[in-house]
């Protein structure tokens, strides 16, 4: 059993999905498979050149940091924002301007 790890390209002339590498595993069921998985993936491979917009769409959290921003939590949109592997500065940039 495993898996393959893939990043986005955004040139130009790609903009396609982009292996990066086969990850192989022993589970005793889905569920230990898929927490492996998402161990051992390089999230920073797979998100690097997206946007923020982007990042929070791939994982899932755009729903999340939307309702974090409604209610005016600015530490937990930095915690998605941090998880989304966003840096400090755009963060911090990002929390002032929706907060």
Known sequence: MGFEGYRFSREP???CWIPYGFHGC???DALI???EALER???S???DG???TER???LDLVEEFDAARAA???????????SARVDRASIQAIVEAKS
């Not at 005016?72 to 941090?82: A, F, G, N, Q, T």
């Open 33 to 35: 498979a898929e927490k």
């Open 13 to 15: 002339l790609e903009r």
């Open 50 to 52: 997206m946007t923020v």
């Open 26 to 28: 022993r589970a005793e």
């Open 72 to 82: 005016k939590d600015v530490e937990r949109m930095e915690e998605i924002l941090v």
């Open 45 to 47: 491979k797979v998100l």
């Open 41 to 43: 993936v390089d999230w």
């Open 56 to 58: 929070l769409h791939e």
